[in-house]
């Protein structure tokens, strides 16, 4: 594995209920001289659903079970089945319940980002300038990019949009 002291120690801390200090395109031209061509290429392939690369598998594998979790957990609130089986984990259980019953999407969102947050921590681990450490910060960037995809007020406005059709359906019965 290759050692990144400069690389790793230039980037800004991220942090789960901080803004996002550097683009994921900006964290690229960091990396694309300071790492390996194959490593540049599963970094800039790299998203939150991929398998392939140090450390990522065993995100995958947490990333997977959260997402069931949570996508059993959604269905049955909605009375629905859940035919799709799956190995539960009780801590990850209560996390998705929590976030589910959190006032706001927003905030069910940061419940769950400040949780895989401490995920990526736990599987980094005692690396220290490799690509574990490389991977996870990644991963960590790419989280933050979601969560900031989301735009408080372009999702009120959604919402009025879909209340006033309701409204204006029942005022016509």
């Known amino acids: 594995m290759a050692s990144y002291y400069y690389l790793i120690a230039s980037l800004p801390e991220l942090k789960a209920d901080g803004e996002m200090p550097i683009t994921y395109?900006?964290?690229?031209?960091?990396?694309?001289?300071?790492v390996s061509d194959s490593t540049y290429q599963l970094l800039e392939d790299l998203s939150l659903s991929s398998t392939e690369g140090p450390l990522v598998s065993e995100w995958s594998q947490f990333y997977g079970?959260?997402?069931?979790?949570?996508?059993y957990q959604?269905?049955?609130?909605?009375?629905k089945s859940y035919s799709s089986s799956y190995e539960k984990d009780g801590f990850i259980s209560s996390v998705v319940n929590s976030a589910l019953s959190a006032k706001n999407p927003l905030?069910?969102?940061?419940?769950?980002?400040?949780?895989?947050?401490?995920?990526?921590d736990s599987l980094v681990g005692l690396h220290m300038f490799d690509d574990y450490v490389l991977f996870g910060?990644?991963?960590?960037?790419?989280?933050l990019e979601r969560l900031n995809s989301f735009?408080?007020?372009?999702g009120k406005?959604?919402?009025?949009?879909l209340f006033e059709g309701i409204q204006q359906r029942v005022y016509s019965l």
């Open 25 to 34: 395109d900006e964290f690229l031209s960091c990396c694309q001289s300071n």
């Open 65 to 71: 079970m959260l997402t069931k979790e949570l996508n």
């Open 74 to 79: 959604r269905s049955m609130n909605l009375g």
């Open 107 to 120: 905030e069910a969102e940061k419940l769950l980002l400040e949780y895989e947050f401490e995920n990526l």
């Open 137 to 143: 910060y990644a991963i960590k960037l790419k989280l």
């Open 151 to 154: 735009e408080q007020s372009k």
């Open 157 to 161: 406005a959604e919402f009025r949009t």
